[in-house]
């Protein structure tokens, strides 16, 4: 895919480092979120997911943090590789009525080696 | 397990001709997705589908646009008559009814029309 924004965000970090990648949701109604990662031709690809009966969800090296009161959400990548590399973006739903995601307009992140 | 599957990954066209995007979405999957994607809009919904019924196409841009859905495995979206602001990254996405659930992405048409 393309990249998103000509003034995307950029977080750059050292391979080895632990990257926050940090999105604020506008719909206070949402109750599911969802982070993606976008690399250079390809389409948005799943991470992590949480629902807001939760406040941290833990993957592989990735972990999400949501703080519903301020209405913020977090991605940390534990031990930053060069294949992070990416575009990042955080996606929110209602569990209720309309199915569509909005999304955010992304992060990208450069890991040096 | 297969993807969502897009073709063509890549379309050239003169503008005024007919484009024609094609998806496959995940076998069992009951939500099916179209998005564009620009440097300029991000991503943006254009219309979904609930069990190959349109539920909102609020998001397609003209009469110009319009997508199908004939059958669980296959949808369309097509543009006629095409115009260069066309030009963008187009994805399908698909997705169970099983409350929630992440949606899961092709990789993309990129269309351009000159």
């Known amino acids: 895919g393309e990249s998103v924004g000509l003034h995307l965000p950029t977080l750059s970090v050292q391979e080895g480092d632990n990257s926050i990648i940090n999105c604020a949701y506008s719909n206070s109604a949402s109750d599911y979120f969802i982070w993606y990662k976008q690399e250079s031709g390809k389409g948005p690809q799943f991470i992590i997911d949480?629902?807001?009966?939760?406040d941290k969800r833990q993957g592989q090296r990735v972990t999400v943090l949501l703080n519903k009161t301020v209405k913020h959400l977090s991605l940390q990548i534990a031990a930053t590789q060069p294949g992070d590399s990416a575009v990042y973006f955080c996606?929110?739903?209602?569990?209720?009525?309309?199915?569509?995601?909005?999304f955010g307009s992304g992060t990208r992140l450069q890991v040096q080696p | 397990d297969a993807g969502v599957i897009q073709s063509p990954r890549h379309e050239v066209t003169e503008m005024g001709q007919e484009v024609t995007l094609r998806c496959k979405p995940i076998s069992g999957h009951d939500y099916l997705f179209w998005y564009r994607q620009t440097m300029m809009r991000g991503l943006e919904l254009l219309i979904y589908?609930?069990?190959?019924?349109?539920?909102?196409d609020s998001g397609m841009p003209e009469d110009r646009f319009s997508a199908k859905m004939p059958n669980a495995s296959f949808s369309t979206l097509k543009i006629q008559p095409s115009e260069p602001r066309d030009s963008a990254v187009y994805f399908c996405?698909?997705?169970?009814?099983?409350?929630?659930?992440?949606?899961?992405f092709g990789d993309g048409t990129r269309l351009s029309i000159l």
């Open positions: 949480i629902r807001s009966n939760m």
């Open positions: 589908f609930n069990n190959n019924v349109p539920i909102d």
């Open positions: 996606a929110e739903n209602r569990s209720t009525g309309r199915r569509a995601l909005t």
């Open positions: 996405a698909s997705r169970l009814d099983r409350g929630n659930q992440p949606q899961h």
